[in-house]
Each structure stands twice: as C-alpha cells, then as structure tokens.
C-alpha cells in the first residue's frame, strides 16, 4: 500500500519532488523531511535494499539534494569566496566535492559543486540552507551575480549494474564520463545534466532533471531502461555510505565542526591564491592542531539498528564523546560507525564504551575509515 501521507504531511510548506508520485506509486514505506522537501528513505527492508544496491543496480530520488545557482560576471570570483578549494583547478564540465565555511571554519554545508560555465556554477545541498547563507554573503559583496534555486531535481543510478542503464539512455558518450565529471543533454526532450557521482561508494551516476513537469516521465524511461537489469527505487544506503566512509552533515558535522576534525582536510587548498570565509580560522586551526576528531569504530556485540540519536562515549569511565553514525554491516558482519572523540582516544586500536539506548554499554575499538575500498577504486571504475 503507499503510504499515507496524512501520518505527515501538514500544509504546502513541505513540498514534493517532481518524483513525488512515482515514488508512491512505485511503493515507498517511509519518507523523512530534507531541504525542507518529503524524501524516501525506504521502499523495502533495508539490509535488502543494500545488497540490491551492491549486487545490482537502484534508482534513488535525490530531488532534496536542492541546488544553488550562481551567475553572473563575478559568478566565479564570488563561489571562489564560499569555499577553500581552488576552483580554478575546476574545468567547465567537471564537478568538485566542496565545503562551505563560515568565518570561524565551521562547515555550513559540502554539497557538490558543479561548473556549467566559466561563470555558472551548480552547488547540489545537504541539508542545511546555504541558498539564505550565499545571498547574505552577496549582499554586501559588491559582486555582480545572480543567485537563485533554480528548476533542478536529481536521481541516483547506483550499482554496478548502472553503467548498463545509462548506457541505454544516453550512450556512449555518458560511459565516457570520468569520475566527477558530467554532460549537459536531453532524454529524447527532456533536458538533464548527467554526471558519475553519487552517495554510496559504489558505480554511480545523477541525473539532474532541468523541469520539473517531466519528473513522473523521465522517472518511468529510467525504470523502463533498468528493467532488463533489475533496477528498483531504493532509498539512500546508510550502510554502504558508512561503509565508504561517506559522511552525513547534521549528523557527523555541524556548522561547529571543522575540516581538520572530521578528516576533510584534503578539501583545503593550501595554494589557493584568492581568500574565502574562514581562511584565517583555518590557518589558526591547522597551525594549533585539534582537540577531537572523527573517527571510524567497530562496536562489539550482537547487531544494532541505525542510530537516531547520538550515542554518549566513554574511556575509562569518563564520558569523551559521541557517536554520530552507527550500522550493522551485513557484508563485513560487523557493527560500524563514526565517534567524535578527544584526540587522545582517536588513535587505531584505542578503546572506548558506547551507551546504547535499553541494550547498554558495549565495548568499541577505534579502526581506520573507509570501512571498505579504501581507494575508492569501486567508484572510480
């Protein structure tokens, strides 16, 4: 049966993707609230919707992943201010995994960036509003840009089945794709950007839908292309992003949070030649070092159930921190997730004490993160 939405919905202010219908049609059991838009999450059990996932191929509607457009003559320098990449290393045609920093470093958001021109720019949200945050940012700029939310909604082909499904629907040319790139195109009509990314460490693309009116028709050519492949509407995995090392912002970082703790600092350009926001409190940071980190734990025991709060953590009876994300991992048969720790308790092997609600304390080792494919080599394929 779909599922009721009187158990959720209250008024227009939660609004619908152009999937919206398809995924009731299609069977979605369960739906939570992202960028202030209804999500999937569920059409099946989970675990099963994972080996799906890693064995085959999903179709995910990703339309919460909204985006912010910036244009303009300045579009590039005034982008240039939001983030520490250097995007002057990113080519018209090539995406970037970025951070948002605010002015005290802190992470307003890591959305992928997209660079449609030498002065357009795509910026695909987790959920938090950096659209209010980029045009306050504007405001007093002096910049001449232009930015909006504009008619955008993605999808997610993952699997290692998925290269099969986009090659029936755009060709060749989209298999030519490399990792982080993409095309601007049409489904016959229908205008899309298709680009080789995603969020679950395994061969994947997104289809960026360019209006919104043919959500429910471009939805039905991809199910109809993955048929012969068994594609199926899945939710987003939150066991193979784990796996992955793939993290959640809300729930593994927050605006008070920092690249350096939670192992980001690869998307820091120390080269890069123009500032942005919170390129002092960055050098300070890096320069003094962390007090705490994010780190990878494998918790003992029998098989626990996803988090929905975070856990308290204790060493030697003391509490030192908490677990931000938490899984079974039904291919390493083991229980997996993140803790913010004291940097004293983040080396590999050290131990600590996790609190779970109504099961209590279980013993937690900290172990390097990914979980699997290190190299991301999967992905990349």
């Not at 799906?52 to 982008?79: C, K, M, S, Y």
Request: with cysteine; aromatic share 8%.
């Amino acid at each position: 049966m779909p599922f009721d939405m009187n158990l959720v919905q209250r008024g227009a202010r939660l609004r619908r993707s152009p999937f919206f219908a398809a995924t009731q049609r299609h069977g979605a059991t369960a739906y939570t609230v992202y960028n202030h838009m209804l999500f999937p999450i569920c059409f099946a059990d989970l675990e099963e919707e994972y080996w799906h996932l890693v064995n085959g191929v999903t179709l995910w509607d990703v339309a919460v992943e909204r985006q912010v457009e910036i244009t303009g003559p300045d579009a590039l320098a005034f982008t240039s201010m939001l983030t520490p990449r250097d995007l002057t290393r990113c080519a018209v045609g090539q995406g970037k995994y970025v951070v948002i920093t605010a002015d005290d470093g802190g992470i307003i958001n890591d959305p992928v960036l997209l660079r449609l021109g030498e002065n357009h720019f795509w910026l695909a949200l987790a959920d938090s509003d950096a659209l209010l945050w980029a045009r306050g940012v504007a405001l007093k700029s002096g910049l001449r840009v232009t930015i909006r939310e504009p008619d955008v909604s993605p999808l997610q082909i993952q699997g290692p089945r998925a290269k099969e499904v986009v090659r029936t629907l755009f060709g060749e040319a989209a298999l030519r794709l490399r990792y982080y790139y993409f095309l601007e195109t049409a489904l016959d009509d229908i205008p899309v950007v298709v680009t080789r990314t995603g969020w679950t460490g395994e061969v994947g693309y997104e289809i960026y839908l360019r209006d919104g009116s043919r959500g429910d028709e471009l939805w039905e050519r991809i199910m109809d292309a993955g048929r012969p492949h068994g594609i199926r509407p899945t939710g987003p995995s939150d066991i193979r992003r784990i796996e992955a090392g793939i993290l959640n912002w809300g729930a593994d970082m927050t605006m008070e949070n920092n690249v350096y703790e939670v192992g980001l600092d690869y998307l820091v350009d120390d080269g890069k030649s123009s500032d942005y926001i919170g390129r002092a409190a960055l050098e300070r940071i890096k320069a003094a070092g962390v007090t705490r980190k994010l780190v990878g734990i494998e918790i003992d025991g029998a098989r626990i159930e996803m988090n929905t709060a975070r856990w308290p953590v204790t060493a030697g009876g003391d509490g030192v921190g908490q677990v931000t994300s938490a899984i079974w991992s039904p291919r390493l048969k083991k229980n997996i997730g993140y803790a913010m720790v004291p940097v004293a308790h983040a080396s590999p092997g050290a131990v600590l004490s996790v609190n779970l609600p109504d099961v209590g304390r279980r013993r937690a080792t900290v172990v390097p993160k990914p979980f699997v494919d290190a190299r991301k080599d999967i992905p990349k394929s």
